[in-house]
């Protein structure tokens, strides 16, 4: 099951059932299933709270994944900034649906298993974002 919450924000428009096909797809493509995925969408004030308290980061941030994982099945909690996804968006000339789509795809790739904290493994992300991305 995939839920959407807020917490200090309006919710985004998102066709919800498009979307969880779609996420549900890209999943599939990597031998996943869907389990529990709770989207959090918040502000920066929040995502900055959640940076300091659980990964002990002080700083600002667009996506925070933390992974329930349980061998194919795929559960966690994902919180997004949609304060920093409309700063990005306008930074790299996209649409805001645009980057929420990845960011939301984003997480589940950290589910996957893919990592982005080098700058090998961040061009993979970004290729296996934009695959992703051309599947919606």
Not at 10 to 23: C, D, E, H, Q, V
Not at 95 to 104: A, G, K, P, Y
């Amino acid at each position: 099951m995939i839920s959407y919450n807020c917490e200090n924000v309006r919710p985004p428009k998102l066709g919800k059932r498009r979307t969880n096909a779609w996420i549900k797809a890209v999943a599939a493509k990597y031998g996943k299933k869907i389990g529990e995925i709770a989207y959090i969408f918040c502000d920066d004030e929040k995502i900055l709270e959640v940076n300091r308290t659980y990964l002990r980061h002080d700083y600002y941030t667009d996506i925070i994944t933390f992974d329930y994982c349980e061998g194919d099945t795929l559960s966690g909690d994902i919180f997004i900034s949609l304060d920093t996804v409309r700063s990005n968006a306008e930074e790299f000339g996209v649409t805001f649906d645009n980057e929420l789509h990845r960011i939301l795809i984003h997480g589940i790739l950290h589910l996957c298993g893919q990592e982005d904290k080098d700058p090998a493994a961040r061009a993979e992300m970004t290729r296996k974002e934009d695959d992703a991305l051309a599947m919606l």
